[in-house]
Nanobody, 122 residues
Framework: QVQLAESGGGLVQAGGSLRLSCAAS????????MGWFRQGSGKEREFVGS????????IYADSVKGRFTISRDDAKNMVTLQMNSLHPEDTANYYCAATTNYGSSSALWTYWGRGTRVTVSS
């Protein structure tokens, strides 16, 4: 059974940083692209960023480019999202996801975690 478990969410002031982690099990981790999505209250789930199977390339949404960084450790089956210079509009539930497909649409992602809450206060 595939499980993706996010951790590291919490409350932070604007301008601060948080580091989210996602522990994966039950899948051949190195064979999957890993990604992060977020969903704010009353909003649709949106793509935050992804990292390729070998970690050679990353893609980010324009709204987080230059502030967020995704990395992966295939030895530990872990993917992380380092979030710096956080804005109140970054407040959302953050989800880890895995796919063998290409694309940022949430419909293309196969496995999902349950999410972790990030709240950025102004």
């Amino acid at each position: 059974q595939v499980q993706l478990a996010e951790s590291g969410g919490g409350l932070v002031q604007a301008g601060g940083s948080l580091r989210l982690s996602c522990a994966a099990s039950g899948l051949s981790f190195s064979s999957y692209r890993m990604g992060w999505f977020r969903q704010g209250s009353g909003k649709e789930r949106e793509f935050v960023g992804s990292i390729s199977r070998r970690g050679g390339s990353t893609i980010y949404a324009d709204s987080v480019k230059g502030r967020f960084t995704i990395s992966r450790d295939d030895a530990k089956n872990m993917v992380t999202l380092q979030m710096n210079s956080l804005h109140p509009e970054d407040t959302a539930n953050y989800y880890c996801a895995a796919t063998t497909n290409y694309g940022s649409s949430s419909a293309l992602w196969t496995y999902w975690g349950r999410g972790t809450r990030v709240t950025v206060s102004s």
